[in-house]
T-cell receptor, first 111, second 114 residues
Framework: QKEVEQDPGPLSVPEGAIVSLNCTYS??????FMWYRQYSRKGPELLMY????GNKEDGRFTAQVDKSSKYISLFIRDSQPSDSATYLC???????????FGPGTSLSVIP | DSGVTQTPKHLITATGQRVTLRCSPR?????VYWYQQSLDQGLQFLIQ???????AKGNILERFSAQQFPDLHSELNLSSLELGDSALYFC?????????????FGDGTRLSIL
């Protein structure tokens, strides 16, 4: 079992829809949670970074962590074609531990 | 533009060969991370250097080695290459030694083994 799991998709939504991307993890010691966005032929770029449980909002993006169920979510409001990319969730146990990435979910936002 | 520069962008070579991938971190960043991304394994952490010293090690094969130089650029050496080593290799950098600080990724080196 991989430590961080994601549905690979692809997920296709119409422009303006609310997108929900989800991850589960198996290691209860994870405390740091991240979402990265990766466009085709580019490196991942950090979207959201959270510590422990709770919500964090940044513009159209909201990250949610539920440590009791080991569930991580990223919500995208008013989705745009420019949001079409692969979204990687990632976790780490401590601030000096390696970051474990999920396999990524491919998202297409159709105009 | 993340500020992280990786060269070359593409590399095609044969089994058994040795290659060197190069990474220049963002100005001011002291940590460099190397990752391998393949379709079946996803993004896998290989190794981290902080200010010239090895800080953390992940799933790096013994045939692979890395170093960080005094000017903070880093090189990843891959030897005795096998078909399965074909992948995208990413370098990332961050200001300090904490691996969960925002990591800024380069655009990768695509390695193809024929």
């Amino acid at each position: 079992q991989k430590e961080v799991e994601q549905d690979p998709g692809p997920l296709s939504v119409p422009e303006g829809a609310i997108v929900s991307l989800n991850c589960t993890y198996s290691n209860s010691a994870f405390q740091y949670f991240m979402w990265y966005r990766q466009y085709s032929r580019k490196g991942p770029e950090l979207l959201m970074y959270t510590y422990s449980s709770g919500n964090k909002e940044d513009g159209r993006f909201t990250a949610q962590v539920d440590k009791s169920s080991k569930y991580i979510s990223l919500f995208i409001r008013d989705s745009q074609p420019s949001d079409s990319a692969t979204y990687l969730c990632a976790s780490a146990r401590t601030s000096y531990d390696k970051v474990i990435f999920g396999p990524g979910t491919s998202l297409s936002v159709i105009p | 533009d993340s500020g992280v520069t990786q060269t070359p962008k593409h590399l095609i070579t044969a089994t058994g060969q040795r290659v060197t991938l190069r990474c220049s971190p963002r100005s001011g960043d002291l940590s460099v991370y190397w990752y391998q991304q393949s379709l079946d394994q996803g993004l896998q952490f290989l190794i981290q250097y902080y200010n010239g010293e090895e800080r953390a090690k992940g799933n790096i094969l013994e045939r692979f080695s890395a170093q960080q130089f005094p000017d903070l650029h880093s090189e990843l050496n891959l030897s005795s290459l096998e078909l399965g080593d074909s992948a995208l290799y990413f370098c990332a950098s961050s200001p300090g030694g904490s691996s969960n600080q925002p990591q800024h990724f380069g655009d990768g080196t695509r390695l193809s083994i024929l």
